[in-house]
């Protein structure tokens, strides 16, 4: 079976869209079959062999659609590795970043069931 990922994205602005269409090529240029969708937009994600998810932080919470898109595919997510991405830091500072770690990690906490690979 052909490994076939899906790069998965919440943004308000567009920046998030811009770095998971910066991860989709890459894998591309690796030799992956990747998709870039909007978690919006997906009804299932039967097709796929693993999973990139990124969305945005706002005011230490991840994007909205992060979540209804976490909890809609519950099941199938728990099959399948999952790699995550947060955006949120204004300034390319150590202490930004660390914060947007934290909040990240207190936003996956609500779902205990998933287990990232890569954070």
């Known amino acids: 079976m052909q490994t076939r990922v899906l790069v998965a994205y919440a943004s308000k602005y567009g ?3 811009e770095v998971a269409e910066a991860i989709a090529d890459t894998l591309r240029e690796n030799g992956l079959s990747a998709d870039l969708e909007p978690m ?3 009804k299932s994600l039967e097709e796929y062999t693993a999973v990139v ?3 945005p932080l706002y005011m230490v919470h991840w994007h909205k659609d ?3 898109f976490l909890s809609w595919h519950r099941e199938a997510l728990t099959n399948l590795p999952v ?3 947060a955006l949120g ?3 390319d500072k150590e202490e930004e970043w660390k914060e947007v ?3 990240l990690e207190k936003e996956l906490a609500k ?3 998933l287990k990232p690979v890569l954070r």
């Open 66 to 68: 992060a979540h209804k």
């Open 89 to 91: 830091p204004l300034d």
């Open 111 to 113: 779902f205990s069931w």
């Open 83 to 85: 790699a995550v991405f």
């Open 40 to 42: 919006r937009e997906l």
């Open 53 to 55: 998810l990124g969305a």
């Open 101 to 103: 770690r934290s909040q």
């Open 15 to 17: 920046s998030t869209q």
